[in-house]
């Protein structure tokens, strides 16, 4: 009678015979992507399928770094890894330690790694690249002679600014010797003595446009000593010729309005600009004009004739008040000397003479106030109001006054 055994004995047993092949302990597996799921935890589960089979895979979280792209679901790859068989499910399963994409993805590959090369020597530097000329007259082009890129990128120059001369480098941009071309086309315009070099073509894929993505055109465009602008494809289609270019343009049509000015609206920014010039110098004349009528003002005031007449007037207004000052003072003279006039006439002896009295001196023309002055016999003077009487005393008596 044959064994009976369990599920677990049965899976343990299939580990074993797979984990002892060598071939299945590294390998690599090409298919379509499906079922791709990004876990929040870092691994990624994913379905890997051809046209009769499919494969369940997952890579770890710890492994991450040999996916250098972002993958989804109809992508073409191939994952390198160890195929092994998880008990627990029962299911066979392909642990990928590295994806690249199959095809296109070997030159994608390609193109990582010299974009990451030439990062590392700095020719993707920012203090290396050039300002590009604002009124270019002359602009360059490498460029396949045929095609939309060329005639959008002569249509919209011309339209901007028709004279500018456009040189053109009819150069090859896919397939062989393209790459040798573009760098040639670099080289002729460089010495030519041109103002800026587009360098570019239409869009394509990416095998279309790998000449673009040659060590030998980023080389050229590093060392070139006039300004380049990359136009290479749509905006979507990124080159190494784009990272190493002092401008990088996301069409053809787009370098060149980055080239050429448009020279309609340097028309009406000049205009602009002189309109402004000729407001701001009106308003600076009208400015000088009125500190000109100041000045002349202040120099009206200090002219001879000027100051003559101020301190004349000032002189009239001092006399006027000294005249009003002095008859102020001389009506108030005048009323006080009335004032002693009439005090004086009040006590003049003539007005006393007026009132019946008289006056007497002796013979030597001295008052007469005491009898003590005169003795019996002596002549007298006796002044009144018309004249003197001579007169004799002859009697004297003493008035007792108690």
Known sequence: MSSVYSVLQINNYIKNMISQD????????????????????GHVYFTLKDEK???????????????T???????????????????????????????????????????????NELEEMGMFATEYKRPIPKHARRIGV?????????????????????????????????????????????????????????VGRGGGSI???????????????????????????HETDVTIADYVADLRA????A??????????????????????????MKNYLNIMKMKCRQYLNRIEGFRPDRLINKYREKINVYQLKMKNLFESVLKERKYSLQRLCQKLDDLSPLKRFRGGFSYVDTQDKKALVSIDQVEVGDIVNINVKDGYLGAVIKEKSRIRRE
């Open 22 to 41: 060598f071939l299945l302990g590294g390998l690599q597996v090409c298919g379509e992507v499906s079922n791709c799921k990004y876990h929040h935890s």
């Open 53 to 67: 089979a499919a494969l369940s895979c997952v890579m770890f979280a710890g492994n991450r770094a040999g996916l």
């Open 69 to 115: 792209f972002s993958m989804r679901d109809g992508d073409q790859v191939v994952v390198s890894g160890t195929v092994d068989f998880y008990e627990k499910t029962g299911a066979c399963q392909l642990y990928a330690k590295k994806i690249r994409l199959a095809g296109a993805g070997v030159l994608y590959e390609k193109f990582l790694a010299l974009k």
């Open 142 to 198: 490498v460029t396949a002679p045929t095609g939309a890129a060329i005639r959008d990128i002569q249509n919209i120059i011309r339209r901007r600014n028709p004279g500018i001369q456009i040189i053109l480098f009819p150069a090859l941009v896919q397939g062989e010797g393209a790459a040798k071309s573009i760098v040639e086309g670099i080289h002729v315009l460089d010495k030519a003595g041109v103002d800026v070099i587009i």
């Open 207 to 233: 095998e279309d446009l790998w000449a673009f993505n040659e060590e030998i055109v980023a080389r050229a465009i590093f060392d070139c000593n006039t300004p380049i602008i990359s136009a290479v494809g």
């Open 250 to 253: 996301p069409t053809p049509s």
């Open 255 to 280: 370098a060149a309005e980055l080239a050429a000015e448009n020279i309609f609206d340097t028309v009406e920014r000049l205009n602009a600009y002189e309109k402004r010039i000729d407001m701001s």
